[in-house]
């Protein structure tokens, strides 16, 4: 192994080195305070949040999935209604529709930007259909004119799950916004690996319509507007003092994070461009990609081949997503009818994601470059 820095998926280790005085800083004024539920940080990362994204309301949670249970709830959608979403994603999407006795809807993907294809939506629209929940994935918007289209032709909601590309931006109208300030409800998630990650959980809501933000609010207290006295059904979830201070000091670097993830991928792109058998991500009309994920696809059934490699050779990877939702167990068990989506079952054969660490080094960087490489 050569004289180079651990290789991981993340660097968040070497993250918080960089950033240690500052992030120590603001978790012992927590903790001298001591006021670890709903401190003023919270409220001071929501405000900094809603400046950042140019939005009106941001509702701080729990974890990202509490987000899109919440967003559901306050839409008041009943028992049986559908939310069309993506097929290729993680299961926090279509898990937070099954939960709550609404069903979930698969429209398959892009096969260059791993995104809903919004030309499958329309064919997939019932009289019960309520809500379209587009995912944007690893970095990128989701064809955002489109899903505001189809949504006003039918009447529809639109929630953005943002987990994996806050920060990105989506000409809309003319206009850059952005993304999960476009839709009715835009939904984030603070996992640690994300663009802007906490130490822990954490996720938020934001919107710019007041009627909705106040019933997001309700619905992540208990169904309280007044402590004490519950109106609606809801659920506790909070964002912690702790947390939303490491956030209030990792907001202020998210540019600069963005800027290193971009960095890289263009470093990854010029290396990579002319190997055969693998086709590079590639950034939609429209909007940014803010790389939360490079993810590779290659052909010829080599996907796993590559990743054993590159393991041994201290190189991490990962797999997302080995099966595509319309197969899992839990969706099949409960759905009426099969949904055809090759696109996504084929994305499962062949996607293969690199590291993409804002902190990795330039040796560190030509060694995964090289690593792929050699493998050919």
């Given at each position: 192994?050569?004289?180079?820095?651990?290789i991981?998926m993340?660097?968040?280790g070497?993250?918080?080195?960089?950033?240690?005085?500052?992030?120590?800083?603001?978790?012992t004024?927590?903790?001298?305070?001591a006021?670890y539920?709903?401190?003023?940080?919270?409220?001071?990362?929501?405000?900094?949040?809603?400046?950042y994204l140019?939005?009106?309301?941001?509702i701080?949670?729990?974890n990202g999935?509490?987000?899109?249970?919440?967003?559901l709830?306050a839409?008041e959608?009943?028992s049986g209604?559908?939310?069309?979403?993506?097929?290729?994603?993680?299961?926090?999407s279509?898990e937070?529709?099954?939960?709550?006795?609404?069903?979930p809807?698969f429209a398959d993907?892009?096969?260059d930007?791993?995104?809903?294809?919004?030309t499958?939506?329309?064919?997939?629209i019932?009289p019960?259909?309520?809500?379209?929940?587009?995912?944007h994935?690893?970095?990128?918007?989701?064809d955002m004119?489109?899903?505001q289209?189809?949504?006003?032709?039918h009447g529809?909601?639109?929630?953005?799950d943002v987990?994996?590309s806050?920060?990105?931006?989506?000409?809309i109208?003319?206009?850059?916004?952005?993304?999960?300030?476009?839709?009715?409800?835009?939904?984030?998630s603070?996992?640690?690996?994300?663009n802007l990650?906490c130490?822990?959980?954490g996720?938020a809501?934001y919107?710019?319509?007041?009627?909705?933000?106040?019933r997001?609010?309700?619905?992540?207290k208990h169904g309280?507007?007044?402590?004490?006295h519950?109106?609606?059904?809801?659920?506790?979830?909070?964002?912690?003092?702790l947390q939303?201070?490491i956030?209030n000091?990792k907001?202020?670097?998210?540019?600069?994070f963005?800027?290193?993830?971009?960095n890289?991928a263009?470093?990854?792109?010029k290396?990579?461009?002319?190997?055969?058998?693998?086709?590079?991500?590639?950034?939609a009309?429209g909007t940014t990609?803010?790389y939360?994920?490079?993810?590779?696809?290659?052909?010829?059934?080599?996907r796993?081949e590559?990743?054993?490699f590159?393991k041994?050779?201290?190189?991490p990877t990962q797999?997302?997503y080995?099966?595509?939702?319309?197969?899992?167990?839990?969706?099949t068990?409960a759905?009426?009818v099969?949904?055809?989506?090759?696109?996504?079952?084929?994305?499962?054969?062949e996607a293969l994601s690199?590291p993409?660490?804002?902190?990795?080094k330039?040796?560190?960087?030509?060694?995964?470059?090289?690593?792929?490489?050699s493998?050919w």
């Open positions: 192994m050569p004289n180079i820095l651990p991981d993340t660097g968040l070497l993250q918080y080195s960089r950033l240690k005085n500052e992030i120590d800083q603001a978790v004024d927590v903790m001298q305070r006021q539920i709903n401190g003023p940080e919270v409220c001071v990362f929501a405000e900094n949040l809603q400046k140019g939005v009106k309301h941001v701080p949670c729990a999935t509490d987000a899109l249970q919440m967003a709830m839409l959608l009943k209604d559908e939310v069309i979403t993506s097929a290729f994603s993680f299961i926090a279509a937070a529709i099954l939960l709550l006795g609404l069903t809807v993907v892009e096969r930007t791993f995104n809903i294809d919004c499958k939506i329309e064919s997939l019932t019960r259909t309520k809500a379209l929940l587009p995912v994935l690893f970095g990128q918007g989701a004119n489109a899903v289209a189809i949504a006003e032709r529809l909601y639109v929630i953005e987990a994996q806050l920060g990105s931006v989506f000409n109208g003319g206009g850059m916004k952005k993304l999960g300030t476009i839709g009715d409800i835009g939904c984030t603070f996992f640690p690996s994300k990650g130490f822990g959980d996720g809501c919107t710019n319509s007041d009627a909705i933000a106040e997001l609010k309700m619905v992540g309280a507007k007044v402590k004490y519950h109106e609606i059904a809801g659920i506790n979830s909070r964002l912690d003092t939303a201070a956030l000091i907001l202020k670097h998210l540019d600069e963005i800027t290193a993830r971009i890289l263009n470093q990854y792109n290396a990579l461009k002319n190997i055969a058998d693998v086709e590079l991500p590639k950034t009309g990609h803010t939360n994920q490079y993810t590779l696809k290659v052909k010829a059934n080599m796993d590559l990743q054993a590159l041994e050779k201290g190189i797999v997302y080995p099966m595509p939702l319309h197969q899992q167990k839990v969706f068990d759905a009426d099969k949904f055809h989506c090759p696109v996504s079952e084929q994305l499962c054969r690199l993409v660490s804002t902190e990795l330039q040796p560190t960087i030509d060694y995964i470059i090289n690593g792929v490489k493998f």
